[in-house]
């Protein structure tokens, strides 16, 4: 139990506390903008190097995948989906690399992700088809399902939010109940599984889900 509370790292008059899942967040913007810059350093044209020529792949890919999902007219959303599934990525793959608490263990991170994610996924209806549209959308295709509809908006960012949450904390458990009982040799090749692959793997629904619920919406 000592182990799955998010300790609270700093103590700051005005703010209050910072909890470990906010601090560890802190850590990989930080990583990741510095990344950003180091990378981009001396693009070429022409003749570009390896590091580069792999970035474009991967930014290249990404781009792809989700223009498959939402169409190349609304690519104005691909950052924002590359940068959470980057968040994501390194957030639940941190503890076996370096060591730390994966924020997405934390209820609250998991929540504010999906809340976001809800905002934009009503925003690119709401541009694409107009305030208008969007409100009688509720009502279709009988008015007696507004409610049910409503309630939709919710019902999706809350899936996501647990969905995130509940796989990432129950690995987290797996791997610290292991590591009580066979301390040695069998967590590793598990810790591959639980923190690795099955992180990576929920990064990459968490977005996939947002993405296609963007296109449900905008259609």
């Not at 409610?147 to 919710?154: A, D, G, R, S, T």
Request: hydrophobic share 55%; with cysteine.
């Amino acid at each position: 139990m000592e182990e799955l509370n998010c300790e609270t790292v700093f103590d700051l008059p005005v703010l209050g506390g910072i909890s470990e899942s906010v601090v560890v967040t802190w850590i990989i913007m930080a990583v990741l903008v510095i990344a950003s810059v180091i990378l981009v350093r001396n693009l070429k044209v022409e003749n570009p190097g390896k590091v580069q020529l792999a970035l474009e792949s991967a930014i290249g890919w990404a781009q792809d995948f989700f223009e498959g999902i939402i169409g190349k007219e609304n690519r104005r959303y691909i950052p924002y989906l590359i940068t959470v599934l980057l968040y994501l990525g390194i957030s639940n793959a941190i503890m076996p690399l370096f060591g730390f608490k994966p924020p997405t263990k934390d209820l609250n991170v998991t929540a504010a992700l999906a809340i976001m994610s809800m905002c934009l996924i009503e925003f690119s209806g709401i541009h694409k088809n107009g305030l208008k549209h969007w409100v009688k959308h509720f009502a279709k295709p009988v008015p007696v399902v507004a409610p049910i509809m409503v309630l939709e908006v919710v019902i999706r960012p809350l899936s996501l939010c647990m969905r995130l949450f509940g796989n990432m904390l129950a690995g987290f458990v797996v791997m610290e109940l292991l590591k009580v009982f066979v301390p040695l040799i069998i967590p590793i090749p598990v810790s591959f599984y639980f923190d690795i692959f099955d992180g990576l793997l929920q990064a990459y629904v968490f977005v996939f889900l947002t993405a296609l619920f963007m296109n449900e919406e905008m259609e």
